[in-house]
């Protein structure tokens, strides 16, 4: 359609200038048919840049859309992931916090059974909505013990949870990363509660983040590899 409108323009010009070299030539064609025919070209011309801007602003408007559809669902799904497994999230500027009920045996490293159900979906979230984003495993321990073991021990959690993400949550090997904090007395839940046993058991854990640079959630994708917009 493009190429029409410009053969059209081009056609609609040389008529012009047909008009006007015979007016150099004949001295009885009015000066008034230029003139009409510049108005027309110059109409013409306006109409169809105008009908361009149109088509921009329009799909503009469709990518508008379609952000701020895929945003309400990434809204929808981590509302029912608060819901479902009582995760709490934080939203940052360039990232998403998540902490989740992913508790570890006194001095082990092993991920549980009954938490791969929330890995599962949080590895769902992060490729449907950030599939090129950062997501970090953060280990942490409970107080017990030598604080450059429980760094150690803090890592050794992040990376099981790391290899989960990726090996049954899909995630790229190289998106995911692991890091420990260890015994850090600023992210303690209950500072004062330790093992060996149960107690403590709320400081022996992970959180999830996915770190997006402040992306927008990535547009849902047909088929074909064309972004869905409705």
């Not at 082990?108 to 449907?128: G, N, P, Y």
């Not at 050794?156 to 090996?167: C, P």
């Not at 058991?201 to 402040?214: E, P, S």
Request: proline residues 4%; aromatic residues 6%.
């Amino acid at each position: 359609m493009g190429t029409i409108r410009t053969n059209s323009r081009g056609l609609r010009i040389l008529a012009v200038l047909g008009v006007a070299g015979a007016l150099g030539a004949c001295h009885t064609v009015s000066p008034d048919d230029l003139d009409t025919s510049l108005a027309s070209l110059r109409q013409d011309l306006t109409q169809q840049m105008q009908a361009g801007d149109d088509q921009v602003s329009q799909r503009l408007g469709d990518r508008l859309t379609a952000v701020e559809r895929r945003q309400d669902q990434l809204d929808s799904d981590l509302q029912q992931m608060q819901s479902d497994f009582q995760v709490a999230i934080q939203k940052f500027e360039d990232e998403l916090r998540f902490d989740v009920p992913v508790y570890f045996a006194f001095d082990d490293a092993t991920v549980r059974d009954q938490d791969h159900a929330v890995l599962d979906k949080f590895s769902s979230v992060a490729k449907e909505y950030y599939p090129d984003a950062t997501v970090t495993v953060e280990g942490f321990t409970d107080p017990a013990g030598d604080a450059q073991y429980n760094l150690q021990l803090g890592k050794r959690r992040a990376n099981a949870v790391a290899s989960y993400l990726v090996s049954d949550g899909g995630l790229m090997q190289d998106q995911v990363r692991s890091v420990s904090y260890g015994e850090n007395t600023d992210r303690l839940i209950q500072p004062s509660d330790h093992g060996p046993g149960t107690e403590g058991w709320q400081n022996r854990r992970v959180v999830l983040v996915i770190d997006h640079d402040g992306q927008a959630p990535a547009p849902a994708v047909a088929s074909d590899g064309r972004p869905i917009t409705e």
